[in-house]
């Protein structure tokens, strides 16, 4: 596979991402080292072909959320991840790469033909950030194109979009329409009792 490029950052200027409520963890840009191949490696094992990565980092053991987004031919092979975090980094590294290449149900589980074909893309999220807005136009208003992903909740209905998203719907409008469509709603809808939290993220793909 390709080398890690290194990180494309969608955070702050402070070079940290808060993994967890409390103190930001040190976090090295050069993680797409060590998080690749482990999300590798449990793939692998998954599929009987061997393969380890190392875990022997301190910071892989702070809890941590992640997606893992499988991509091949420029094109979505399967993609599950976390909001908010519940486990330690590399146990979630590992846990959503398997989910992301075997459950996915908008995919059939990956083979090991696909295997050597994907390329696998990590997204290591910040804390959620609850939003306060009046109204949709305020929360319009509020929404940084290109750097923040974004949660939907109303009910029972949820969406998520990562930043990478912006690459492909520009427009504030059109992102929190496109997610809510994919929360199941109009993508007219609102109600005061709509929910919204943004994060960032640091992400690195082979």
Known sequence: MPADPGPT???SASGH??????????FPRDAGQVLLPLARAAIAAELGLGGAASEDQP?????????????????LR???????????????VKANAVAAAFRDPRFTPLTAEDFAAVA???S?????????FSDEPDALRQLRAGVDGLVFEYGHHTSTFLPQV???????????AHLKYKAGLPPDF??????LSRYTVFKWRE
């Open 9 to 11: 950052v969608f955070s």
């Open 17 to 26: 991402i808060v993994l967890q409520s409390g103190n930001p963890v040190p």
């Open 59 to 75: 910071w892989l053991r702070q809890q941590g959320a992640c997606f893992i987004t499988l991509m091949r031919d420029e094109k």
């Open 78 to 92: 399967g993609c599950i991840g976390t909001l908010r975090p519940h486990r330690p980094l590399a146990d979630d």
């Open 120 to 122: 696998v893309e990590i």
């Open 124 to 132: 290591v999220l910040s804390v959620l950030q609850p939003m306060s």
């Open 166 to 176: 912006w690459e492909d719907l520009k427009e504030p409008t059109d992102f929190l």
């Open 190 to 195: 609102w109600d005061k009792e709509v929910r």
